[in-house]
Structures are given as C-alpha cells and as structure tokens.
C-alpha cells in the first residue's frame, strides 16, 4: 500500500471539507443546514416575495454604505452555511471576497417556502440570533405573516415583533428607521 498523502495523514476538518464541498456544487446555489446540504432553487413567487422587501430597503441600504444581496453566510465552528434570500451587509465587508458572517449583516431575511419554513421558522432563527445577526425578518408565506426578530444573543433573539398579518407595515428600527409594506407579499 502506498504512502497516505500529506493533507490526509493529519486527518480531514469535516466542517471545512463540507463547507468546500458545498461552494463547488455546479448548477443551482446550495446551503448547508444542521449538516445536510440543500440545493435551492426558489419558485418565483418565493423570489418576488424577497424582491418585494428588497426594493423598500435598497434605498436606505444605499444611505448606510450597504447592499443588498444573497451571498454566503458562515457559521463557524458548525455545520451550517447559509444563503439568505436577503441580507443587508456593509460594501466594505461585501467586497472582502468570501463568506461573511451574520454578525457582519444588519439584517438577515428568510422568506419560506413549502419545504423550509419550519427551518426557517426555528433553526434558522436559532442559529441567526446565536452568531449575532442583528435583525432576522422572518417572512412566513404559508402563515402570511411577517415576524421581526431583534436583540440576539446565544439563547435566541430578546426581542420580537410580530407575527403580523401581510398587510400591515412593519418597522425596522435603527439603522432603517423604515415602515415596510407586506401587501405585496
């Protein structure tokens, strides 16, 4: 038998090789929650419902030296690498290349789907609040309802506003300082 390679004889980081492995899937995005990977390919109803909250921030988000967008979001030391349908997070950290974390976003938004909302309604919720994500919009299309989570820390988030039925407007607070419309949702 031959010689083991050099990068196998100090054994293989699973969390990294996972993590590796899920930024080279080819086709569509996918996500890594609690350990299983997810390919995700949103309906367009999923996608309008994001658009929807993501032309009200734009603007303001451009007045914080923000964007917006839907890249990688890592949680280190877990088996978690999420891609939200939203987040908001400085420019300066965007143009860093790479993942960034939750604790480096302003706020972080979820629209479910059929098959994840209650990973959206509870995992994510948990594993956002605990690697300090500030804000967590929780946008629920089978309960038609939106949920604004605020104040995380390692048992959850301190702080909720809702749910509230689509329909009513909904108030992020500082950095927006914005009403949100969900009618559109």
Same mark, same amino acid.
């Given at each position: 038998?031959?010689?083991?390679?050099?990068?196998?004889?100090?054994?293989?980081?699973?969390?990294?090789?996972? &993590?590796?492995?899920?930024?080279?899937?080819?086709?569509?995005?996918?996500?890594?929650?609690?350990?299983?990977?997810?390919?995700?390919?949103?309906?367009?109803d999923?996608?309008?419902?994001?658009?929807?909250?993501?032309?009200?921030?734009?603007?303001?988000?451009?007045?914080?030296?923000?964007? !917006?967008?839907?890249?990688?979001?890592?949680?280190?030391?877990?088996?978690?690498?999420?891609?939200?349908?939203?987040?908001?997070?400085?420019?300066?950290?965007? &143009?860093?290349?790479?993942?960034?974390?939750?604790?480096? !976003?302003?706020?972080?938004?979820?629209?479910?789907?059929?098959?994840?909302?209650e990973?959206?309604?509870?995992?994510?919720?948990?594993?956002?609040?605990?690697?300090?994500?500030?804000?967590?919009?929780?946008?629920?299309?089978?309960?038609?309802?939106? !949920?604004?989570?605020?104040?995380?820390?390692?048992?959850?988030?301190?702080?909720?506003?809702?749910?509230?039925?689509?329909?009513?407007?909904?108030?992020?607070?500082?950095?927006?300082?914005?009403?949100?419309?969900?009618d559109?949702?």
């Open positions: 038998m031959g010689a083991v390679p050099a990068d196998y004889s100090q054994g293989v980081d699973p969390e990294r090789a996972l &993590k590796y492995a899920v930024q080279n899937v080819r086709g569509d995005r996918a996500q890594i929650i609690e350990g299983i990977i997810e390919q995700m390919s949103p309906a367009w999923h996608e309008a419902a994001a658009e929807t909250i993501r032309d009200q921030i734009k603007p303001r988000a451009g007045e914080l030296d923000c964007m !917006t967008g839907s890249g990688n979001l890592d949680l280190p030391g877990s088996p978690n690498w999420y891609v939200p349908d939203l987040a908001v997070v400085p420019v300066a950290a965007a &143009k860093g290349g790479g993942a960034l974390l939750p604790d480096q !976003t302003l706020l972080v938004v979820e629209v479910t789907s059929e098959s994840n909302a990973t959206d309604r509870v995992v994510k919720r948990r594993r956002y609040a605990e690697y300090g994500a500030p804000l967590y919009l929780l946008v629920d299309r089978t309960e038609r309802s939106v !949920t604004l989570f605020a104040e995380p820390g390692r048992l959850g988030y301190t702080r909720v506003d809702g749910p509230h039925p689509f329909g009513t407007r909904l108030h992020l607070p500082a950095p927006f300082d914005l009403d949100l419309r969900t559109d949702l």
